[in-house]
Every structure is written in structure tokens, then in C-alpha cells.
């Protein structure tokens, strides 16, 4: 089946990493998405990783993938009050065709001086 | 280069009537892609378009439909609107050639059904 877990909320303080963990269930997905949004905007690319990939970092993103667990992990380092926002974690099933992705619910992250 | 634009922004509708919502892609992406969001079922794929075609649809009831021109521009239709249908619509495009198949989104419609 297709199914992507995400927490919900995350709390950190300015300048610590932030770590924000996802699991999916469809092992043919071959590229799996990381997406921003800020309050009443549409989604923002981050990043994305290819499933033969353990870890891509981009800037201050890190992006872990543990295809054995089906585990993604988004690390932000020293984040700032600006990576405030919800991120969503996304599949692209093989099956899907080429555009559709299944979402996570979202990880609200809150950032805190 | 331009992002995806999306119009309107806002729209309010009432019960029962219908609506349609219009996507401009990205210069040169002829794949465009509709997603509904809601709080209680998040973000859910509805239809993807490729050169006026409709390659794939999602998990949603007849009511929702769409298309695509030949500029690539789309639109998605929602007729007898119930109150179920109040939600964000994202239109997203991705580059022809691919991978890794990323797709940009514009910034929504958010429909309310009063």
C-alpha cells in the first residue's frame, strides 16, 4: 500500500539542528521529496533523494535515507525562525505514474529564540 | 523564469454550484499536476495532465474533472459543489525530461463552500 507517517509538530531553538523524520511503505518508490509551506502559501522544493542514495546534504539540509527501514530523515542545521513552517515528506510510487505523490501529514516545526 | 501561477486566489462558492480554477505552469513544463489539501485528509493527488492528455487520476468522484490547452495551460472543474469540497488546490508542473521528476507548486486556490 501507499502510506507516508510523519510526526507533527517539532520544537527547537534558533541555531540548534532540526531533525524531522518520516517512514513510507512503498519500497518501488525510486525518489522521495521533501516540501516546505509557509502559512497560506503553496509548497516549496526543498530537496529530494534518489532511493539508491543513503544521504544527499544541500546547504544546511541533510536529507538520510535508510531504504531497508524505509526511514527518511530531514535534518536543518542551525535553523533559524525562518525555516518555521510545515514540511511534508513525499513518495513517488512507481505505480503512480510519474506526478503523483503521496504526502505525509506535515511536521509543523516551530522555531523558538 | 516565472513560477506556476494560479487564479483566483480566493473564491467563496455556495452549495450545489460549480467552479473552475485555472493553472498557468511553468514556461516550457508541459506536465501539470492537481492536488487537494485538507486538515483531515492532508494532501491528495486528483489528476495529472501531459499534452491535453489525462495520464493519471486520482481516488476522487466524477464531479472533479479537468483539462489541459495546448499552451499547457489547465483547468480542473468542480461541479455540485458540497461542503466537503472547502480545501487549498495546488496545481504543480514538472520539467518534460526527468528525473528526478520534481514538481513546482503555485500558491493555491482556497475554495470555501458556504
Known amino acids: 500500500g501507499e502510506d507516508v507517517e510523519q510526526s507533527l509538530f517539532l520544537s527547537v531553538r534558533e541555531g540548534d539542528s532540526s531533525v524531522i523524520n518520516c517512514t513510507y511503505t512503498?519500497?518501488?518508490?525510486?525518489?522521495l521529496y521533501w516540501y516546505k509551506q509557509e502559512p497560506g502559501a503553496g509548497l516549496q522544493l526543498l530537496t529530494y533523494i534518489f532511493s539508491n542514495m543513503d544521504m544527499k546534504q544541500d546547504q544546511r539540509l541533510t536529507v538520510l535515507l535508510n531504504k531497508k527501514d524505509k526511514h527518511l530523515s530531514l535534518r536543518i542545521a542551525d535553523t533559524q525562525t525562518g525555516d518555521s513552517a510545515i514540511y511534508f515528506c513525499a513518495e513517488r510510487p512507481l505505480s503512480g505514474g510519474y506526478n503523483k505523490l503521496i504526502f505525509g501529514a506535515g511536521t509543523r516545526l516551530a522555531v523558538h529564540p | 523564469k516565472a513560477g506556476v501561477t494560479q487564479t483566483p486566489r480566493y473564491l467563496i462558492k455556495t452549495r450545489g454550484q460549480q467552479v473552475t480554477l485555472s493553472c498557468s505552469p511553468i514556461?516550457?513544463?508541459?506536465?501539470v499536476s492537481w492536488y487537494q489539501q485538507t486538515p483531515g485528509q492532508g494532501l491528495q493527488f486528483l489528476f495529472e495532465?501531459?499534452?491535453?492528455?489525462?495520464?493519471n487520476k486520482g481516488n476522487f468522484p466524477g464531479r472533479f474533472s479537468g483539462r489541459q490547452f495546448s499552451n499547457s495551460r489547465s483547468e480542473m472543474n468542480v461541479s455540485t459543489l458540497e461542503l466537503g469540497d472547502s480545501a487549498l488546490y495546488l496545481c504543480?508542473?514538472?520539467?518534460?525530461?526527468?528525473?528526478?521528476?520534481?514538481?513546482?507548486f503555485g500558491p493555491g486556490t482556497r475554495l470555501t463552500v458556504t
Open positions: 495532465y501531459f499534452s491535453e492528455t489525462q495520464r
Open positions: 514556461s516550457g513544463h508541459r506536465s
Open positions: 504543480a508542473s514538472r520539467p518534460d525530461r526527468g528525473p528526478p521528476y520534481e514538481q513546482y
Open positions: 512503498d519500497s518501488s518508490s525510486t525518489y
